[in-house]
């Protein structure tokens, strides 16, 4: 008499089945939820922009390369990044000149070397900016040169006798 009847496990084997079973469903579970993550990620992984930059098309191949292309170019003698005026003495200025202010704080000022000096001083005795030494010099040549006062401050006068008059008619009924 044994209890190894055909088409009945003993309740080892059943057992032993029944914990494969269980593994083999985990594994599969695993997998399953494996394939929903790639499904997720394949609809919606453009959404979750981890480079932070813009899809580029057409033939710029990187972004921030083209942008510090630009940025440290100079057109039409106007240092792009900057806003100053580029000539011998410009490194020298960016140097010391852009340190604590955006140079177009500079270049928006008009000024004299007297004047441009008293700036200075004024910066030096109230916003902590350095001692220029030998380049003191050299900083007023450029700006004296390149941020001088404007020779004609407002357009010339009307000649008022040589204007054809004429008179302006307004439509209004
Ligand atoms: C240590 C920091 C520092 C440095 C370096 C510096 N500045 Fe300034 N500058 C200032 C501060 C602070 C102000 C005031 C900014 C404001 O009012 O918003 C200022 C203002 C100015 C102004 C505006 C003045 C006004 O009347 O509105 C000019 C022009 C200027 N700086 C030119 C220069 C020049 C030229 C150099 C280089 C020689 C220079 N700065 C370097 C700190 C600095």
């Known amino acids: 008499m044994s209890n190894n009847l055909p ?3 003993n309740p ?9 079973f269980g593994l083999l469903m985990t594994v599969l ?15 919606f992984g453009d959404s979750f922009d981890f480079q932070k930059t813009p ?4 033939n710029r191949v990187s972004n921030s390369v083209a942008m510090d292309d630009d940025w440290d170019k ?5 240092h792009l990044q900057t806003g100053l005026i580029y000539d011998a003495n410009f490194d020298i200025v960016r140097a010391h000149c852009t340190a604590c202010h955006s140079g177009k704080l500079v270049a928006q000022n008009r000024a ?9 001083r004024w910066m030096q005795e109230t916003q902590g900016l350095w001692d220029l030494g030998v380049n003191e010099p050299k900083i007023l040549d450029y700006l004296a040169k ?3 006062p404007e020779e004609v401050g407002r357009r010339t006068n009307i000649d008022v006798a040589a ?6 008619e307004l439509e209004n009924k």
């Open 7 to 9: 088409g009945k496990r």
């Open 12 to 20: 080892l084997q059943t057992k032993l089945w029944l914990s494969n």
């Open 29 to 43: 579970k695993t997998f399953v939820f494996g394939i929903f993550l790639v499904l997720l990620y394949a609809l």
């Open 55 to 58: 899809i580029q098309s057409g």
């Open 74 to 78: 100079v057109e039409n003698g106007i």
């Open 112 to 120: 004299t070397r007297e004047g441009w000096l008293q700036m200075i």
């Open 146 to 148: 390149n941020y001088a």
């Open 163 to 168: 204007v054809e008059w004429y008179i302006l």
